[in-house]
Structures are given as structure tokens and as C-alpha cells.
């Protein structure tokens, strides 16, 4: 008998290929998405759960009070993690991580720039189960200078010769570092990644007992069933034994005024695997995920796979019709409803899984397309492992079921003498009531997505259009400028005297970047008062006198730095935010004090408007900028004309002092755009998922409008013999349709409305959600319907009438 069912369900196919074709290319599509969602969520929540102990693995951060709001670092200063592991018995231990800058490594005659540099614990390794492929776990990081390196990087650097024992020279000092580990790559569905790992043993910073700064990333490793939240409780104890003293002797005040820190400064304890996901803070080692990304397409994926197989239904539905006589038939013959109910599950099984295969294909032809837009790393063997593939077929097995149950049970429950008179299976208030909900709720889900992909992309403009307080254009970010050691200046001021540059500057810090930044508490002082401000966190540039002039960085009031005030080396110019945070604002600031850390006090010479040194993402937080060397990148703003001119004649003299470093640069304009990029894909991703979805409620529709256009094709025929116009026939057919469109579009707004409300909460800065935002969306779902309905509504219009009533 089952046999039979699969026999007659392949007949079926074949004999309405059409129809067949767009129904399972609607569900392939749908299950296409839904199984590329279900992976991209599926990496994303995986991340940091390789180590054997990640679930007893936590981070500790810092959470500062200040400024009007909380921020969160995650990291800590140097003791803080040793300090927890010898208060608190349920640590069982505790491990650092250093994060380096990059820096040149030479060996025999080759030189080459790394990035990819962090000093660690000798533990750091073990508890984060990172296996050897050569070398001893155990000792290889426990010796001053030694080095554990990753497997790619040994290749890439020694080629076919073995690493194990290598000496390398670091920096210009060319420190001796010798290679005693080769592990394996860090997995990638991992918060950090780093090709070299440097013993931190014999480091006199790693062996400093600070607690007030944030500068380490810190683990803990908790006994197991020791509950997190309780060691977290009794963190204030330390910040009352440690930090309060730091902050009374480095910032010169009272006891009572460092006592206040117990109030601003709390320990945090963070789950391993929460990091990538639940983690917002300040310097992250990566750009984290996000968990509302997560959830949002999760419920796309959904949503997705429902619009498909309420497409399925609907054009089972519509081709049902063609079949009531055989249904009629059958049950004369002496069919039970049980076999007519397995016909159909079986015919909708098999289209099921011809789309399944189908969407197999699709994923191998787009699955690089999707990691380049969800910027992902997913391989295409990872779909073909036998637990996925049994997930698969148990996956295409209840779509089937579920796809196929109401076609199955509402023509196997169908009358005998309803379908034998020539009447419908279809043809009942309820089943025609249950099609239009189906049409409503999936232009309802495609509105949203309308809506989301508008707004996204609006947002994203706004940012990179808004004003950031800088001059980006043109401006030119020469890299590893302290490699030319003296010459450094030199060849800054060798720049200038070039024509098409504009201006020079010296500096590190350069906007857009997290590079030559720092926190640090400060607050104001009056010498004539002998009052205080409330202390508040800020950055640091480190500049020179051109960087304002090179950068367009407007002064508000005051002056910038000069080599003709030598008492600029003890100066500040702040940003806006400072006036503000420091309670400044109707107070002329020139003149003023401002302490920092250490007892370190700085007159204020000048305040500059606000610009976005961060991203657009976040409030323009407080800003200093003293005047200092601050070696390693020169920002060269050059005239437009002739840039390829400039590069070439700047290229020629880096080369002239021969550093070891090679010339490179990149555009700030460049940055910026990198910047958003999480933005750009997300965008991206809506708008493939916006369309797709669109495309399957569109062959729902069709179906629908096909089905309508059959069933009326008497009626029509009548009509026009009556002397209907084909116009009039056409709005008959669109009409109906047309509501239930309208009715998704007005379902779908105050729903999107309240989800982009959400999603914008995250910008500090962001656009308010415009009328003609949902004007434009509905005018879209409307077209788009309109247009699907058309090609059936004007075929069933223009069909000649001799050929509908000729039965008659």
C-alpha cells in the first residue's frame, strides 16, 4: 500500500509539473533559509565552549559608575585575579591575559610585522584546553623569553623547518625570544585568537600589585559548585582593601573622598560563555556577537519556514480542486479516510523532500555568498555529517507533515455527493477564511521585514553621513612610524614641506580607533576655592601642535597647543563633553585645573567641539588631549588632485631611511567605513531575507490567485456573455486580494514599529521613525501583490467565454 502511495504521489508530480515546480521551489527556498539561519545561530552559540572547564570559567570586569551612566570594562588590573584566587577558596585558579600591540619579529634575515601577539600566564593555555602539537604543556611557558606559537604561524614563518627551539628578536631592543610550544589553531568560534603567546614570567608589570586600573583580561576558574552571584557579592571587600588606597595616593585626596570608589567601582564576574554574546563592554580582545541579532533572525528563520509552508498550503489547496472528483471517486470505490488522509501525507512528504535536496544544492551554491554577508566562516562539510543529515531528514519529515496535514484532512473529510454534483471541495466559508488568514499573516511578516530593512538602511546612512566634528576626507594615516626611530620627526616635517600636503601630524591617536586611547579618572579643581568637582572617566590623545589643523578639529574656545607657550608640556585642551560632565557649563573653562591619576595637574588651554573619536554607536564620552611624543603614525591631510602623486613621492622618502618596517597606509575615510561594517551586514541580511520572504507570500498569492481564477471561470464567462468589461473582471478577481494586503500592512505597523523602536534603543545617536517610512512599505506590499495578482486576474478576464460555458 505504501508503495502504491508513492507511486501514484510521483504520477501526480509529473502530471502538473507547473504546478509542482513553483511548489517546491517556494518550500526549497524557505528551507534553504530557515537551515542557513539555523547554522549562522547555531556558530554564534557556540562560541567558548571548547575548554573542558568552560562552563566553571569566568571573566572579571570592572563596572565604573561615572559620567551619568554605568560602564563596563573587561578587564582588570594586574593582582586582581591572583588577589581573588588567595581570598576566596572556591577559585581554584586564575589566569591573565595581556593583549600586545603589534611589533617586528626578525629571524636570520628575515623581518615581519605582527599583530597577533598576546603574553599570558603558563596556565592560560591548560585552562583554556588548547592542545600541544609540540612542546611540553606543562613547562613551556615557564621560563623568562619563552614563546608558544600556533601551527600556521610556524609555517608561515619557518616553512618545512621545524619551529620547536627557534630564537626570535622582538622590536627594535631585538629581544630574544626562543619558541618552547606549537599548538594548533585557536578555535575559531573563540573570543580571542592570537598566532603568538609570550610567557609572561620575569615581566616586572606582570608582577606589579595594582587593583584600580583596567589593563588585564582576567579568568577565574571556579570549584565546581561554587555559585558565581555569592563570590561576586563579596568582591566590595577587596575594592574597600585595595582600591581605596590606590585611589587616595595617586589621586592626592582624603579617605573619606577615595572611600567614594567603593560606591563607583564594583568587580564583575562574567560566564565564559556569555562573553561573545551578552558582552558590551569597553575594548573587547574581538567585536563580539550579538544576542537581540541572534533572536531577531531565529524568529526570521521561523517565520521563514512558516511563509513556505503556508505557500505549500495554499497551492495544495488551489490544485486540490482539479482532484475532488478523484477524491469522489475513490470513497465510492470503498477508500477509508485513513488511506485518502496517507495519500496526501505521502504526496506532501515527497515534494518535502525533492525541496530538501533541492535547498541542499542552494546552500552549496550560496553558503559562501552567506559567509561573506554574515561575515561567518561556516563550511559546507559541517551540513553533511550524519547527525546533521539525520537532523535534516527528521526536520524534512515534520515539514512534510505539517505542510501537507490540512490539504490531507480537508479533502479526505470531504462529501461524496458535493464533489460527484461538480461542486468543490474548497468551496466552504471556514476553509476560504483560513487561505485569506494565511495571506494576511505572511504580507504581514513581509511588511515587517519591509519596514526593517528601510529603517536598517536609513540608520546606517545617518550614521555615516552624520557629522563627526573631524575632516575625514583625504586625510592619510601613514603606519609604523616608530621604526624610524629619531628620523620619526624628520620625516614628518620632511612631509610638510612638500606642496600637496596640506598638513602634518605626529600621533598615535588617531579617531575612529581604539589606538593611543586610555581611561582615566580626573576631576576639576579651583585653586581659589579649594573646591572639587565629582570625578569622571575620560580618554586620552597624546598629540602635537598640527593635529587639530591636520584632522579640521574645531576650537570652541581657547587655543591650540604652541611651540611658543613651553608651558604647554602641562596643558590640556578637552572636548565638550568634559564641560559638561564636570558640571562646567556655565563656567568659562580656560584656566582651569584638572587632576588626573598620580596627582598629575593640567591647565585647561582650549576646548574642542565634540567629534566622534568612536563610533556613532555611543555618546561622545569625555575627552583629553595633552600635548606629548606619542610615536608610531603620522596623519598627512594632501590635496586631492594628485593623490597617487603624494603616495609615490611619500613612499620614496620612507624608503630613503630605510626602516625595517615596509611603507604602509591606509584613508581615514577608509576606517570609517570599516567602522559600520557589522551595520552594512546586518542591512544586507535583512534585505535578502526582506526579499525572499516576499517572493514566497508572492507565490502563496499566485497559487491563491490562480485557484480564485479557476473556480470563478463560469462565473466570468457568464459575465462577460453579459457585457462585463475585461477592466471590471480584473478588479473583481483583485479586489478581494488587495484587502487582505491592506489589512497585513496595517497588522504589520505598530508590530514593526515597536521592534525598530527596540533596535534603535542600541545607537546613541539615531533617526526617528518617519511616516513616510510605513507609506513606502505599504505602497511596496500593495505593488508587489498587485502585480502577482495581475498576470492571473487579466488572463482569466481576457479568456474567451465559449470556452468556460462550453460544458454547460
Sequence with gaps: MIRNYFKIAWRNLLKNKVFSLINSVGLSVGLTCCILIAAFVKDELSYDRYPAQAEQIYRVGVRLIGNGAVTEFPNADVAVGQGIQQAFPEVEASTRLFRRGQIFIRYQEKNSKEKSIAMIDSNFLGIFSIPFLEGDPKTALREPNSMVVTKAFAERFFGAEPALGKVLKFGQDQQARKITGVIDAIPKNSHFHFDIFLSTVGEAFAQRQDWSNVSTYTYLVLKKGADPQKLEAKLPQLVAEHVVPEVQRDMGVSLAEAQKSVDTFRFFLQPLTDIHLHSATKYELEPNGNINYVYIFSVLAVFILLLAIVNFTNLSTAGAAKRSKEIGIRKVMGSVKGQLVGQFLIESIVITFLSLLFSLGLITMFLPFFNELSGKQIELDSFFTAPNLAVLFGFGLVVGLLAGTYPAFFLAFSKITTVLKGGSVLQTSSRNGLRSGLVVFQFAISGILIIATIVSYQQLKFMQNKTQGF????????????????????????????????????????????????????????????????????????????????????????????????????????????????????????????????????????????????????????????????????????????????????????????????????????????????????????????????????????????????????????????GATSSSIVLLLTKDFLKLVLIAVLIAFPIAGWVMNRWLQDFAYRIDLAWWVFALAAFLAVGIALLTISFQSIKAALMNPVKSLRSE
Design 471 to 722: 575632516d575625514k576626507e583625504q586625510v592619510m594615516v601613514i603606519h609604523d612610524t616608530y621604526t624610524l626611530g629619531t628620523n620619526e620627526t624628520v620625516f614628518k616635517d620632511q612631509l610638510r614641506q612638500d606642496s600637496r600636503i596640506v598638513q602634518a601630524s605626529l600621533s598615535r591617536s588617531i579617531p575612529l580607533s581604539n589606538e593611543g586611547q586610555e581611561g582615566t579618572q580626573i576631576y576639576g579643581k579651583d585653586p581659589v576655592k579649594k573646591q572639587t568637582t565629582r570625578e569622571i572617566q575620560t580618554a586620552i590623545f597624546r598629540i602635537d601642535d598640527q593635529y587639530l589643523p591636520t584632522l579640521g578639529i574645531k576650537l570652541r574656545q581657547g587655543r591650540n597647543f604652541s611651540k611658543a607657550f613651553p608651558s604647554d608640556s602641562s596643558a590640556v585642551i578637552i572636548n565638550e563633553a568634559v564641560v559638561r560632565e564636570l558640571g562646567w557649563g556655565p563656567i568659562n573653562p580656560i584656566g582651569k585645573t584638572l587632576v588626573r591619576s598620580g596627582r598629575k595637574e593640567f591647565t585647561v588651554i582650549g576646548v574642542v567641539k565634540d567629534f566622534h573619536y568612536a563610533s556613532a554607536r555611543q555618546k561622545i564620552a569625555p575627552l583629553m588631549l595633552l600635548l606629548g611624543y606619542n610615536s608610531g603614525a603620522v596623519q598627512v591631510k594632501v590635496k586631492a588632485d594628485d593623490a597617487a602623486g603624494v603616495i609615490a613621492a611619500i613612499r620614496e622618502k620612507w624608503e630613503a631611511f630605510n626602516p625595517p618596517a615596509p611603507f604602509t597606509y591606509t584613508f581615514l575615510d577608509d576606517r570609517f567605513e570599516a567602522l559600520y561594517e557589522s551595520e552594512q551586514k546586518t542591512g544586507s541580511l535583512f534585505t535578502v531575507f526582506a526579499g525572499i520572504s516576499i517572493v514566497i507570500a508572492c507565490l502563496g498569492l499566485f497559487g491563491l490567485a490562480t485557484f480564485t481564477a479557476e473556480q470563478r471561470t463560469k462565473e466570468i464567462g457568464v459575465r462577460k456573455v453579459m
